[in-house]
């Protein structure tokens, strides 16, 4: 059952991101709700379909978003394969400290893919302008998290 309220919380926020939040932006960013569903997914499922939904959410963000094809594809499984294995030693029982733990997460996965796509020599936006649209984000992400994970904890929690 947690499998497949994820599946449709993945598929929902494809679609938001893709259309309706593009409406809501401040400074050029947006919530990145699929990484949060993403990440819910990694401190919620066991290992393989967490793994399974990364991917899945990865294919369905590089087809409805403009950005380099396949780097979600690729990122989201190594970044949920990731989160599992830092957070097994943890007690993450606070949201607070679920919600600064996917903040530290995505800032390094912003990072990153800004690290590949410049490697792979397109274009990169200035330091500036990336940072301010990173802390928006952030901002925003960390916002939608904490309300995901009110919604989520009582409905997966056996």
Known sequence: MKKWIFFILVLAAV??????????RLFYAKPALVFTCVVLSAFYLDLGP????????????????????????????????????????????????????????LLIYDIFARLVLISLGKPALALGIFLRITFFELFYTSAVFLLLSKFIRPTVSE
Do not use: C
Not at 75 to 84: F, M, Q
């Open 15 to 24: 679609l938001l991101e893709a259309t309706v939040l593009n409406s809501f």
């Open 50 to 105: 967490a793994l399974l939904l990364a991917l899945f959410a990865g294919i369905l963000q590089d087809i409805f978003s403009a950005s380099l094809y396949g780097i979600h594809t690729l990122l989201y499984p190594v970044w949920t394969y990731l989160i599992i294995k830092v957070t097994a030693k943890m007690s993450l029982e606070n949201d607070y400290l679920r919600m600064g733990l996917a903040a530290i997460f």
